[in-house]
């Protein structure tokens, strides 16, 4: 059911919600860009590797545009579940989860633990100087990604609490 735009916004329980949908989707859609910029100048230095990381810059940004319409319309589930899904394709386990399970906050959540686990490698390719971008402009985004997966795996988020 849609948060609507009912009474003032101190009185609407959705209000936080819809303010933390649309701040999540400004989020996924700068990181949608950065991922995308970096997967595609670091290809020749990493042997096409990175454009594992641009394709999931893709699937940031359907989920931004998801939670921006979210935030927007109020229709807060209806967006989660496009973000999960966005999220569940954008990595190996991510979509391996969800063919299994049929289950898109599993693979959103498989997503995430995904990038967390292999953040320690991609920090250390930018880092070396394996990667023609400068090791903290990679790091930084890294940073940021995996702080919102690490943040909904904790339930921080969205209107039912879950999070892509």
Request: charged letters at 10%; aromatic letters at 4%.
């Amino acid at each position: 059911m849609p948060c609507g735009l009912t009474g003032n916004a101190l009185n609407n329980p959705c209000s936080g919600a819809r303010t933390r949908s649309t701040l999540h989707g400004v989020l996924d859609l700068g990181l949608g860009v950065a991922k995308i910029t970096l997967g595609i100048l670091a290809a020749p230095e990493t042997g096409g590797l990175s454009l594992y990381g641009a394709y999931s810059g893709f699937t940031n940004l359907v989920s931004a545009g998801a939670e921006l319409y979210g935030g927007y319309s109020g229709n807060l589930e209806g967006s989660e579940r496009v973000a999960n899904y966005a999220a569940s394709v954008g990595s190996v386990s991510g979509l391996t989860t969800l063919a299994i399970t049929g289950n898109a906050q599993y693979g959103a959540n498989a997503s995430a633990i995904e990038g967390l686990a292999f953040a320690g490698a991609t920090g250390g390719l930018a880092s070396t100087g394996a990667m023609a971008v400068p090791g903290l402009a990679d790091n930084t985004v890294s940073v940021i990604d995996n702080g919102a997966g690490a943040a909904g795996l904790i339930g921080v988020g969205g209107c039912s609490g879950s999070r892509h």
